[in-house]
């Protein structure tokens, strides 16, 4: 017997890159066949192939070991409030902003373009596959939008930069840059999700402005060039647009305090910044801040859901490709029975987030819909609820998949399940969306009646979701939209929503097995307990692990 080479390797899967990230994920590509057609998927073909290369890869690595630096004063001592980036971060953005993952939709679906929402939503989930924390500013200026588009005057000024595809870093008036990006402070530290509880005061300076003064406990990307900012008026709390520069090139006051040092989401700096005569633009009425800004919430809660089914899939996709390529006592890990069934009770819950998200991004694309309208307005907190809750222990079950392999942050896995908690948490907590679910359906009788035609549209298809869709209406009516029963209702209604979607678009495999565990009594609460056949597993594995070349 020879002496074994001990530099030889063997048995490692080969790293998971060079591959088409829209191309190879069927459940996307397919959803958006369905919601936007030929075309559209075409178009995402690029960005679908550079978001699998080992470049893109080894940027998304870089941009997480390199944290941002906060920089309180140049060299010379003058205060400058400034965040650096490593280059990687750059390039990630620089790529988002060129795909029009950014604002771009918006303008482009004002000048007649189909399914704009659709496909951005379709390259957001895609590219956030690179590294999540860069598609913080991508959603934030995305978001901005619908809110600026309540005064004429400022969302000529803003969004046209806002919608551009071109990245611009640095601390320049809007009028000498060829792309912006914005950010948000709600938050206060006394106040958190209860934004009505705000102290930031601002006083009117006379001529049309205001001067902000007050604390801000989370203001993520505070290098972005523009931010939507809540402060308490004479009429209440208002929506101001604060400027990083002012017109004459001077910056405004935005003082950086610190960085959060945060579990994840580590390449983006999240900041605490005071306003001490910050100068800022009135947004809306005054008194009707959360108003202003609804519509901008809609957006980022959408992202969340995004960013979530993006956080599965790649988690997903890195455990299916492990385990077709892993050998363990005689055999490859993918056919070994037990591991087909965690491997595809994890496909089908990242299926049916992918499905949902897209279904949602849809509505956006039909704002003139009654029923579009009124289904985003209930399943947007719907899908920020379960989506959210689930993507944790999708990630954590898809690391385990991977062994010890999974632990080391080579191989992205950790990094994942950092971020994982964090759509959970922006733009409302588990609680304030499923309070938010019962504040539609006592205030909004449409939105109930939207999301019953939806799951209505797979009626008499599977009799478990049939059985489903009754039990929740019958909940309803026995009083169940309570706050003490918010979540279980939420989630209840959310699984059924997946559940019609698959129905309707997903192959028969998937749809069974959903039926089959998420809308039973029995469903166990953890991944890998499938009762099914074999060879609806084995399918499903198949049809998520990726493919390269």
């Given amino acids: 017997m020879g002496t074994p080479d001990l530099r030889a390797t063997t048995n490692q899967a080969p790293p998971l890159e060079d591959h088409n990230v829209v191309m190879s994920d069927a459940a996307l590509s397919e959803a958006v066949l369905t919601y936007a057609g030929a075309d559209v998927l075409d178009d995402l073909v690029a960005l679908g192939a550079q978001a699998g290369s080992a470049e893109a890869r080894e940027h998304g690595l870089l941009a997480n070991r390199h944290h941002p630096e906060l920089a309180s004063y140049d060299r010379f001592g003058r205060r400058v409030d400034e965040v650096r980036f490593h280059p990687s971060w750059h390039w990630l953005m620089t790529r988002a902003v060129g795909h029009g993952l950014q604002a771009a939709p918006w303008e482009q679906q004002e000048a007649g373009a189909a399914h704009a929402h659709v496909r951005r939503a379709a390259g ?17 200026t995305y978001a901005a939008v619908p809110a600026l588009r309540v005064d004429d005057s400022i969302a ?3 969004v046209p930069l806002l919608a551009a595809t071109s990245y611009d870093p640095g601390v320049r008036p809007a009028s000498e840059k060829t792309g912006a990006l914005a950010g948000m402070g709600m938050t206060e530290k006394q106040g958190g ?3 009505r509880a705000n102290v930031t005061e601002a006083r009117p300076t006379g001529d ?3 001067t902000l003064h007050g604390h801000k406990w989370f203001t993520s990307a505070p290098m972005d060039d523009v931010f939507l900012v809540l402060a308490q008026a004479l009429e209440g709390l208002s929506c101001f647009v604060v400027a990083r520069v002012l017109p004459d090139g001077t910056r405004n006051r935005i003082d950086i305090v610190r960085l959060k040092d945060k579990l994840g989401n580590r390449s983006n700096a999240s900041a605490e910044i005071e306003l001490d005569g910050t100068w800022g633009v009135r947004l809306g009425e005054e008194g009707r801040g959360v108003r202003t800004i609804i519509e901008m919430v809609a957006a980022t809660r959408l992202d969340c859901v995004l960013g979530s089914a993006s956080l599965m899939r790649r988690a997903v996709a890195e455990a299916s490709w492990h385990v077709a390529h892993r050998s363990a006592f005689g055999s490859l890990l993918a056919d070994k029975p037990l591991m087909q069934n965690v491997v595809a009770d994890l496909a089908v819950e990242s299926e049916a987030a992918t499905a949902l998200a897209l ?10 819909d009654p029923h579009e309208v009124a289904l985003r307005r209930i399943a947007l907190p719907l899908a920020k609820f379960w989506v959210c809750k689930r993507t944790p222990v999708v990630v954590a079950e898809a690391l385990e998949c991977l062994g010890g392999n ?3 942050e080579e191989s992205v896995l950790p990094m994942l399940f950092r971020e994982s908690p964090l759509n959970s948490l922006w733009e409302g907590s588990g609680n304030v969306n499923a309070l938010d679910v019962l504040r539609a359906l006592s205030r909004e009788p449409a939105a109930l009646q939207a999301w019953v035609k939806e799951v209505g549209r797979a009626r008499g298809a599977d009799e478990r979701l049939d ?4 039990d929740t209406l019958t909940l309803l009516g026995e009083g169940a939209a309570n706050e003490g029963a918010a979540r279980r209702l939420a989630g209840q209604m959310a699984a059924c929503l997946q559940g019609s979607l698959l129905v309707r678009h997903s192959p028969a495999a998937v749809a069974d097995t959903f039926m ?4 039973t009594p029995s469903y166990a609460a953890t991944f890998g307990a499938l009762d099914v056949g074999s060879d609806d597993l084995r399918a499903i594995v198949a049809r998520t692990t990726p493919t390269v070349g």
Avoid: N
Wanted: with cysteine.
């Fill in 124 to 140: 957001f989930l895609a590219w956030s596959q690179t590294e999540p924390g860069h598609g913080c500013p991508i959603s934030m």
């Fill in 359 to 368: 279904r949602l991004a849809a509505a956006v694309d039909a704002p003139d």
């Fill in 208 to 210: 049309g402005g205001y």
């Fill in 406 to 408: 999974g632990y080391v």
């Fill in 193 to 195: 999700s209860d934004v």
């Fill in 467 to 470: 059985r489903a869709v009754d």
């Fill in 516 to 519: 089959a565990s998420r809308l």
């Fill in 156 to 158: 000529k000024e803003w």
